[in-house]
């Protein structure tokens, strides 16, 4: 976590500390005739159930819908893999889009994050406080990605491929990782075989076929990187 993040993160906190102070300060005195209470004013959190890091700074989109003309404001904490906060979150009626930027430079860790409620109120008189329709989870993890090449030697086809994962220093060749080559047969994708990378990233496979077809590597997921699908090439 940059200290920039950081020195945000309190600096918001702090504001919504003083809204909340402000927002009790509002209530009716007691012995008050009590108006008619409002409906009650839900908000759901959207945010991709995968994120997949393949650049220095990868910019993931959250939206809030719900509460539609209602919303005042609303902050959220994203909670990285142990529950520790990672940053934060703020939303209000006009602006329901933030984009969070994953920074390679602030080292997130690989898991599961969560986007944890903390405050959020209406426009009514007076406020509400939000109902919070959920608390998503997305997983963040290292991108991979693949390239496939044939070529026919008569009734012989090689499937030629080079495999890369993202890294804190860029894209490197993912080595001796097992792959699957997939042949495209009646509009749906089989498995050939599989084929293991070298120190290079770079695997082949060859296969007998009288006939052209579609074929592309496919790469799956670890603990620590996300799976991917190559292009198609026909030979």
């Known amino acids: 976590m940059s200290l920039r993040k950081l020195g945000g993160a309190v600096a918001g906190m702090a504001a919504v500390a003083t809204l909340s102070t402000g927002t009790a300060a509002m209530a009716a005195p007691a012995g008050e005739h009590a108006a008619a209470a409002a409906p009650r004013c839900t908000v759901t959190m959207h945010i991709s159930s995968r994120i997949s890091l393949t650049a220095s700074t990868t910019k993931v989109p959250i939206t809030m819908t719900g509460c539609t003309n209602r919303l005042d404001n609303a902050s959220v904490q994203l909670s990285d893999p142990k529950g520790k906060f990672w940053d934060a979150v703020y939303f209000t009626g006009a602006h329901r889009k933030f984009t969070e ?23 009514d008189s007076p406020p509400q406080q939000v109902v919070w329709g959920n608390s998503p989870t997305s997983v963040l993890k290292l991108g991979s990605k693949a390239t496939v090449a044939t070529s026919r030697h008569g009734s012989k086809v090689t499937i030629s491929t080079l495999v890369r994962h993202f890294s804190g220093s860029g894209w490197k060749a993912y080595t001796h990782k097992t792959v699957g080559i997939q042949i495209k047969s009646n509009g749906k994708w089989k498995t050939l075989g599989f084929a293991k990378t070298n120190s290079h990233g770079r695997a082949s496979l060859t296969h007998t076929a009288a006939h052209a077809a579609y074929y592309r590597v496919s790469v799956g997921s670890t603990s620590s990187y996300w799976g991917s699908i190559s292009g198609s090439s026909r030979r």
């Open 101 to 123: 930027k994953f920074k390679i430079s602030d080292a997130p860790p690989i898991g599961r994050y969560k986007l944890v409620p903390q405050s959020g109120f209406t426009t």
